[in-house]
């Protein structure tokens, strides 16, 4: 059975930075790729980014490209995403769900999910 628990959301300043991370456990981390989703108030829950599992391959939603990394450390089990300048269109609660095998990049492809963490961004 696949656990994440997504930690590090909280409040940042627009223009600042802020790192979410998810750890992974249950399953041999290498073998899932892994994403992160976002939900806002009333939107639907969309992808922010997407990372293979030996890290070779990513993906990042136009909105936050150039401004948010994501990567992963299979030695910690652990996958981040460092959000660089973050804007307030950025708040929302961040999840990061996994799937056994290729990259993906719609949710409904994504079997397993933490619990989200919330991260707001002040202007």
């Known amino acids: 059975q696949v656990q994440l628990v997504e930690s590090g959301g909280g409040l940042a300043q627009a223009g600042g930075s802020l790192r979410v991370s998810c750890a992974f456990s249950g399953r041999t981390f290498s073998s899932y790729a892994m994403g992160w989703f976002r939900q806002a108030p009333g939107k639907e829950r969309d992808v922010v980014a997407a990372?293979?599992?030996?890290?070779?391959?990513?993906y990042y939603a136009d909105s936050v490209k150039g401004r948010f990394t994501i990567s992963r450390d299979n030695a910690l089990n652990t996958v981040y995403l460092q959000m660089n300048s973050p804007e307030p269109e950025d708040t929302a609660v961040y999840y990061c769900?996994?799937?056994?095998?290729?990259?993906?990049?719609?949710?409904?492809?994504?079997?397993?999910w933490g619990q989200g963490t919330q991260v707001t961004v002040s202007s």
């Open positions: 769900p996994a799937h056994r095998g290729a990259l993906r990049l719609l949710k409904n492809e994504y079997d397993n």
């Open positions: 990372i293979s599992g030996n890290g070779a391959n990513t």
